[in-house]
T-cell receptor
Framework: KAGVTQTPRYLIKTRGQQVTLSCSPISGHRSVSWYQQTPGQGLQFLFEYFSETQRNKGNFPGRFSGRQFSNSRSEMNVSTLELGDSALYLC?????????????FGPGTRLTVL | DAKTTQPPSMDCAEGRAANLPCNHSTISGNEYVYWYRQIHSQGPQYIIHGLKNNETNEMASLIITEDRKSSTLILPHATLRDTAVYYCIVKGSSNTGKLIFGQGTTLQVKP
């Protein structure tokens, strides 16, 4: 079956703009998590959505937001972009049949803020 | 903050076993040990997880010490394609979708 897909794969924005990234989970998966990866901070958890509700949230400012649709697809939005928001944004989905399921990661969206 | 400690880098000869250690001395009784790896510029990939018993799958083996304060991921016959950053993660069942990544171990498999 198809894996996790993320669009777009690459994005260039300028400071002050906003951006929306999309993630389509594996069919049947209801949990979608988002991560930010930078050379300095590594992989950091942003938030998790399950059945259209935010279930967990990392330590990021309110400029970072997300949502999940009834088909489990998820979007994350970053407003008022800063240079430091340049990163690889990864999403991961899980079936959550139990608490110990593996997460399947997408290829990521590479965001560059100029 | 990450609850695990891993060496920043390791080398391994192709065809030999790669043994990647991880310390998790503050692990709680209901927390699992997960291993993921990230090949350059790709999303992380799940490898294996365990609670207290040793585990084996088609990719690797996981050895957890009896006191659960440390574990070792074993890649039995490393290939060049196993060159990646390996992350050891401790996760409780209450944080289902939240993985706390540390800095991981960069494994370099050499011919």
């Amino acid at each position: 079956k198809a894996g996790v897909t993320q669009t777009p794969r690459y994005l260039i924005k300028t400071r002050g703009q906003q951006v929306t990234l999309s993630c389509s989970p594996i069919s049947g998966h209801r949990s979608v998590s988002w991560y930010q990866q930078t050379p300095g901070q590594g992989l950091q958890f942003l938030f998790e959505y399950f059945s259209e509700t935010q279930r967990n949230k990392g330590n990021f400012p309110g400029r970072f937001s997300g949502r999940q649709f009834s088909n489990s697809r998820s979007e994350m939005n970053v407003s008022t972009l800063e240079l430091g928001d340049s990163a690889l944004y990864l999403c991961a989905s899980s079936s959550y049949r139990d608490s110990y399921n593996e997460q399947f990661f997408g290829p990521g969206t590479r965001l560059t803020v100029l | 903050d990450a609850k695990t400690t891993q060496p920043p880098s390791m080398d391994c000869a192709e065809g030999r076993a790669a043994n990647l250690p991880c310390n998790h001395s503050t692990i709680s009784g209901n927390e699992y040990v997960y291993w993921y790896r990230q090949i350059h510029s790709q999303g992380p990939q799940y490898i294996i997880h365990g609670l207290k018993n040793n585990e084996t799958n088609e990719m690797a083996s996981l050895i957890i010490t009896e006191d659960r304060k440390s574990s070792t991921l074993i890649l039995p016959h490393a290939t060049l394609r196993d060159t990646a950053v390996y992350y050891c993660i401790v996760k409780g069942s209450s944080n289902t979708g939240k993985l706390i990544f540390g800095q991981g171990t960069t494994l370099q498999v050499k011919p």
